[in-house]
């Protein structure tokens, strides 16, 4: 009686497993498991997307933008880029139209979407609750893809997502509009309405309101925010390209970076020269290595080399002035809040993208008669002392 049983308990089993679509050849179960890996993750994305069209309804396609960090974060060991183009559901969102953004972020991150009306300031933030769909990971090499869509798309909202963090206006415009206003985002941000993500969020979306040109944007999404220093990194792109373009078909810009801030991530991204490809090098100062620098040399911004058509390395020496957007009429970074001041410059800025000697300075020019940049950046060896770049200043005598 126990031997039958159990055999009748195998049974149902085996017709559970073939019911659920387990398959014998190797290939068509891998492809299965892709097929249900997509369908899971395009389907979290199309639930989102019928989530912010029920709370601000469907916005012209004009106006639609979504940001992600969907392709960035794992989920359970799982990518996530199928949530991409489940997002395209958003009035036709798409990266050519500049209204999907795939915001740069740790694979351990929380996947993330905002929605946002460019026109209205309207916006609502996901994020995904992976521990409540745990089980469906776990079970997916078993699911179909039509239940996975099905399972999905009727689980609780608060389950899926939490709750959601809707604004009616994240225009700054409307942020920035009077003092209460700005107390009253300012608490928001305290209270992490965005997942700690309120910073970030909100200054890509105004800079894709106010038409922030799409290669600065593709630095800001590998930041993974828009705040000014990429913006300097944008600058000096732009005067590099203007009035040290390189000589050399083929060839790159070696960078050494001396200090290292936000406008590292734009030059990478904008000269495609990175430590990984040999071409960049960051040197941090403290403080008082900063007191200690010439006169000259005190926005000191880095060191750029190209190679001229004889073969050898020419460099110039570059300054960055944030206290220039001040001398302009421009706002600073100790007025109000954190994010309000940096908000704020963000926007200014865009009137001088095409303006970069406003802002920078040539601190010196040289060329190198032997060896390479690299040289420069070796353990040991100072850039900045009297036997390279001579910008310390003199030690002072007793």
């Given at each position: 009686?126990?031997?039958?049983?159990?055999c009748k308990g195998l049974v149902t089993l085996f017709t559970f497993f073939v019911?659920?679509?387990?398959?014998?050849?190797?290939?068509?179960?891998?492809r299965s498991i892709e097929e249900n890996q997509y369908a899971l993750w395009n389907a979290v994305a199309t639930r989102a997307v019928k989530e912010a069209r029920?709370?601000?309804?469907?916005?012209?396609?004009?106006?639609?933008?979504?940001?992600?960090?969907a392709g960035y974060a794992v989920v359970e060991g799982l990518t996530t880029e199928p949530c991409l183009d489940g997002l395209r559901q958003w009035e036709g969102a798409t990266a050519g139209k500049r209204s999907l953004l795939e915001v740069h972020s740790a694979r351990n991150s929380a996947l993330w979407f905002f929605f946002f009306n460019r026109r209205t300031g309207q916006g609502v933030y996901?994020?995904?609750?992976?521990?409540?769909?745990?089980w469906i990971i776990g079970w997916?090499?078993?699911?179909?893809?039509?239940?996975?869509?099905?399972?999905?798309?009727?689980?609780?909202?608060?389950?899926?997502?939490?709750?959601?963090?809707?604004?009616?206006?994240?225009?700054?415009?409307h942020l920035l509009a009077n003092q209460a206003n700005k107390d009253a985002w300012n608490d928001k941000v305290a209270a992490k309405v965005f997942g700690g993500r309120e910073f970030a969020i909100v200054t890509i979306a105004n800079g894709i309101a106010h038409g922030t040109p799409y290669d600065l944007i593709k630095s800001v999404q590998f930041h993974d925010h828009y705040c000014p220093g990429v913006t300097s990194g944008y600058l000096l792109a732009n005067y590099l390209e203007k009035n040290f373009p390189l000589l050399v078909p083929g060839s790159a810009y070696f960078?050494?970076?001396?200090?290292?801030?936000?406008?590292?991530?734009?030059?990478?991204?904008?000269?495609?020269t990175t430590p990984g490809k040999s071409g960049y090098a960051v040197f941090y100062l403290s403080a008082a290595d900063k007191g200690n620098l010439r006169e000259e040399a005190k926005d000191l911004a880095g060191v750029f080399f190209r190679k001229n058509q004889s073969g050898k390395w020419e460099g110039v020496v570059l300054?960055?002035?944030?206290?220039?957007?001040?001398?302009?009429?421009?706002?600073?970074?100790?007025?109000?809040?954190?994010?309000?001041?940096?908000?704020?410059?963000?926007?200014?800025?865009?009137?001088?993208?095409?303006?970069?000697?406003?802002?920078?300075?040539?601190i010196k020019t040289f060329e190198l008669q032997q060896?390479?940049?690299?040289?420069?950046?070796?353990?040991?060896v100072d850039p900045l002392d009297a036997a390279h770049l001579d910008l310390w200043k003199p030690a002072s005598t007793p």
């Amino acid at each position: 009686m126990q031997m039958k049983a159990r055999c009748k308990g195998l049974v149902t089993l085996f017709t559970f497993f073939v019911l659920l679509g387990f398959h014998s050849s190797p290939m068509a179960f891998q492809r299965s498991i892709e097929e249900n890996q997509y369908a899971l993750w395009n389907a979290v994305a199309t639930r989102a997307v019928k989530e912010a069209r029920n709370l601000m309804g469907a916005p012209h396609p004009q106006d639609a933008v979504v940001l992600t960090n969907a392709g960035y974060a794992v989920v359970e060991g799982l990518t996530t880029e199928p949530c991409l183009d489940g997002l395209r559901q958003w009035e036709g969102a798409t990266a050519g139209k500049r209204s999907l953004l795939e915001v740069h972020s740790a694979r351990n991150s929380a996947l993330w979407f905002f929605f946002f009306n460019r026109r209205t300031g309207q916006g609502v933030y996901y994020e995904l609750k992976g521990q409540n769909i745990s089980w469906i990971i776990g079970w997916l090499e078993y699911f179909r893809a039509p239940w996975i869509r099905r399972i999905i798309a009727a689980l609780p909202t608060d389950q899926l997502f939490g709750e959601p963090a809707y604004e009616e206006n994240i225009l700054a415009e409307h942020l920035l509009a009077n003092q209460a206003n700005k107390d009253a985002w300012n608490d928001k941000v305290a209270a992490k309405v965005f997942g700690g993500r309120e910073f970030a969020i909100v200054t890509i979306a105004n800079g894709i309101a106010h038409g922030t040109p799409y290669d600065l944007i593709k630095s800001v999404q590998f930041h993974d925010h828009y705040c000014p220093g990429v913006t300097s990194g944008y600058l000096l792109a732009n005067y590099l390209e203007k009035n040290f373009p390189l000589l050399v078909p083929g060839s790159a810009y070696f960078v050494l970076s001396i200090p290292p801030w936000c406008k590292d991530d734009a030059l990478q991204i904008l000269l495609n020269t990175t430590p990984g490809k040999s071409g960049y090098a960051v040197f941090y100062l403290s403080a008082a290595d900063k007191g200690n620098l010439r006169e000259e040399a005190k926005d000191l911004a880095g060191v750029f080399f190209r190679k001229n058509q004889s073969g050898k390395w020419e460099g110039v020496v570059l300054g960055f002035s944030f206290a220039k957007i001040e001398e302009m009429g421009g706002p600073t970074t100790a007025q109000g809040y954190a994010w309000e001041s940096r908000l704020a410059m963000d926007l200014w800025l865009l009137d001088y993208l095409d303006q970069p000697e406003l802002f920078i300075n040539v601190i010196k020019t040289f060329e190198l008669q032997q060896g390479a940049p690299s040289d420069w950046a070796r353990v040991g060896v100072d850039p900045l002392d009297a036997a390279h770049l001579d910008l310390w200043k003199p030690a002072s005598t007793p």
